[in-house]
């Protein structure tokens, strides 16, 4: 078979198996010393996990539970937020965020996003606040950290908690400070896919506040202490040690980590506003006060051309997905708030146009130019040379039906 008719490699969105077979020999002792100790659940790797987190975020207290969604539950639970509560969040943003202030029978309040990063508008913020107001949870989103310091001013002003949604920042930082330690409370998460990822659900807390540290700890164990002696109601999100184990053996290789994938966002970027894409499409915005740790990297692209987009790559066998297509304020289980169509307009309009591209570690070169070459392919105009870029391929994009604008 010539090279020319074979089939190209697929490029997926991620494949964490190329980081589990790099570090097999460690992590699979790792677990074996665990199952040889038989201590399962907060042992003594998971305090180590603890303490490791401290140092990472800079935070004086570090309490591992069972997942990112129940690091967001805990936190509300440790300001005792309930019925006739309000906590303002994002609507663009995972399902987790807000579905942990309505199981505690409050009440989300959604806003709209900046339309660059896609992180929380503070100015809509300061417009939500009402006597009801108990906590704001501001959406680090990719990897990118939200515009804490007006939101901590704000919440200071009206005696708001913050709690940092950091589930997809871990290593993030906001003017010299690490995500989870600027709020009152951070939360994260260690599912697989994330820059940190665990061999399923596993979660943390950090916090600066001794009290909210030792009521979290209660909290994530039946508000149990000592045993069979219960102060609170709490629920059952102990981090099980064989899931600590593993991280333990990933946290150093993270920043290495980090560092492959701000490079690859780097090229990404260079490539695409060199070949003229930026016209094309709106490119990430990283703000000069933050370090963007990746978790994704997406553009947005308007139209009925997001979906061509998707099946053009999709038919490259290149991965592609949409973090988020339906915006929480018009999914069906939020109806009952009344958030018409329109009333969120940047959070509609990213959840209309964003489109996440393959970007982890151990993509490799050849992978990523498969995508930049794909992406300048598609949006040339017809009968354009591939090797256009710059101001060449301006003015052949110029020359195109203004259906090839956005």
Not at 78 to 104: H, K, N
């Amino acid at each position: 078979m010539s090279s020319e008719s074979a089939a190209p490699l697929p490029v997926p969105l991620f494949d964490i198996s190329r980081q589990h077979e790099q570090l097999e020999t460690e992590l699979l002792a790792a677990l074996k010393q665990v199952c040889t100790s038989g201590k399962f659940v907060l042992g003594p790797d998971v305090v180590d996990l603890e303490k490791r987190m401290t140092d990472l975020c800079g935070a004086k207290h570090a309490v591992a539970c069972a997942s990112g969604s129940d690091a967001l539950l805990l936190a509300l639970m440790a300001y005792d937020i309930g019925p006739g509560d309000e906590v303002i969040c994002p609507s663009y943003t995972f399902f987790a965020t807000a579905s942990a202030v309505t199981r505690l029978g409050a009440t989300p309040v959604f806003v709209d996003i900046e339309p660059d990063t896609c992180n929380l508008d503070v100015a809509q913020v300061v417009q939500r606040v009402t006597s009801r107001t108990r906590a704001i949870i501001p959406v680090h989103l990719y990897g990118q950290c939200a515009d804490m310091e007006p939101l901590l001013g704000l919440a200071r002003l009206h005696g708001l908690a913050v709690i940092e949604d950091a589930c997809q920042a871990i290593g993030a930082g906001y003017q010299g400070k690490s995500a989870g330690s600027i709020g009152d409370i951070g939360c994260f998460s260690y599912y697989p896919t994330k820059n940190l990822g665990a061999y399923g659900d596993a979660g943390m807390l950090t916090t600066n506040d001794d009290a909210l540290a030792d009521k979290l700890r209660l909290l994530r164990g039946h508000g149990m202490q000592p045993r069979y002696y219960h102060k609170l109601v709490g629920i059952n999100s102990r981090l099980d040690s064989l899931q600590a184990a593993v991280l333990n053996v990933k946290l150093p290789h993270l920043e290495r980590w980090t560092e492959a994938r701000r490079t690859r966002a780097d090229r990404y970027t260079k490539a695409f506003t060199e070949r003229g894409l930026g016209e094309a499409v709106r490119l990430p915005v990283v703000r000069d006060d933050r370090k963007h740790v990746w978790n994704q990297y997406v553009i947005h692209v308007g139209g009925e051309r997001r979906n061509a987009l998707r099946a053009f790559l999709a038919d490259q066998k290149i991965g592609t997905e949409v973090y988020y297509p339906v915006p929480l304020h018009r999914q069906e289980c939020f109806s009952y708030l009344g958030y018409g169509i329109g009333s969120l307009p940047h959070t509609e309009r990213a959840a209309a146009e964003t489109v996440a591209l393959p970007i982890f570690p151990e993509l490799r070169d050849d992978e990523q130019q498969r995508v930049i070459d794909a992406m300048t392919e598609f949006f040339q105009p017809a009968g354009a040379k591939h090797a256009l870029s710059g101001p060449n391929f301006m003015k052949a994009r110029d020359g195109a039906k203004s259906d090839q604008r956005i």
